[in-house]
């Protein structure tokens, strides 16, 4: 069964600084691997995707992620944060059946 | 243009009542999702629609019915409700490539509260 674990339930991080945000999977095969932004009160949206290829993926606003294989890790990278960025992150696996297993998001808290 | 759209955004009302969501996309897209997001924050599927047919029915009491009239459109029913259904309910699209994996567009939400 696929399973995705998010170990950090709470970051604080300062505006202008670096960012990362942890997830593993577990999945039987290759995964398809995706991260999710929700903003409150908002619906989910798509940051960036891993499907296969180059394992550091880009994303939009500014967003990159590295897949490791080794490690089964997607981690969720940002250089610099702005407080606009302040929310809920989702990393999440997806099965070839179209199943998506979240797991227990990440709430990203900016201060000045 | 709202790609994938629920109504109503809040629906408030009493255990035991039946209730309906509805959930459009506009994307062209051929699988429809819906997703139960609890009180802390956690995101679990609960149906899959490829083109009106049944695919994914997870572990969802059968007082939860999903209805697709069309491939755009997937609502979901759900009859006496219990205080346990209290939650945000989300609608999802994509459009599967081939043997690919599935990026999936997900509507604004729904919060249910039953009193």
């Known amino acids: 069964a696929q399973s995705v674990t998010q170990p950090d339930i709470h970051i604080t991080v300062s505006e202008g600084a670096s960012l990362e945000l942890r997830c593993n999977y577990s999945y039987g095969a290759t995964p398809y691997l995706f991260w999710y932004v929700q903003s409150p009160g908002q619906g989910l949206q798509l940051l960036l995707k891993y499907f296969s290829g180059d394992t550091l993926v880009q994303g939009i606003k500014g967003f990159e992620a590295e897949f490791k294989r080794s490690q089964s890790s997607f981690n969720l990278r940002k250089p610099s944060v702005h407080w606009s960025d302040a929310a809920e992150y989702f990393c999440a696996v997806g099965a070839l059946s179209g199943k998506l297993t979240f797991g227990t998001g990440t709430r990203l808290t900016i201060i000045p | 243009d709202t790609a994938v759209s629920q109504t109503p955004k809040y629906l408030v009302t009493q255990m035991g009542n039946d209730k309906s969501i509805k959930c459009e996309q506009n994307?062209?897209?051929?699988?429809m999702y819906w997703y139960k997001q609890d009180s802390k924050k956690f995101l679990k599927i609960m149906f899959s629609?490829?083109?009106?047919?049944?695919?994914i029915n997870e572990t969802v009491p059968n007082r939860f019915s999903p209805k697709s009239p069309d491939k755009a459109h997937l609502n979901l029913h759900i009859n006496s409700l219990e205080l346990g259904d209290s939650a945000v309910y989300f609608c999802?699209?994509?459009?599967?490539?081939?043997?690919?994996?599935?990026?999936?567009?997900f509507g604004p939400g729904t919060r249910l509260t039953v009193t």
């Open positions: 994307l062209g897209h051929d699988t």
């Open positions: 629609y490829n083109n009106k047919e049944l695919i």
């Open positions: 999802a699209s994509s459009q599967p490539p081939s043997g690919g994996a599935y990026e999936q567009y």
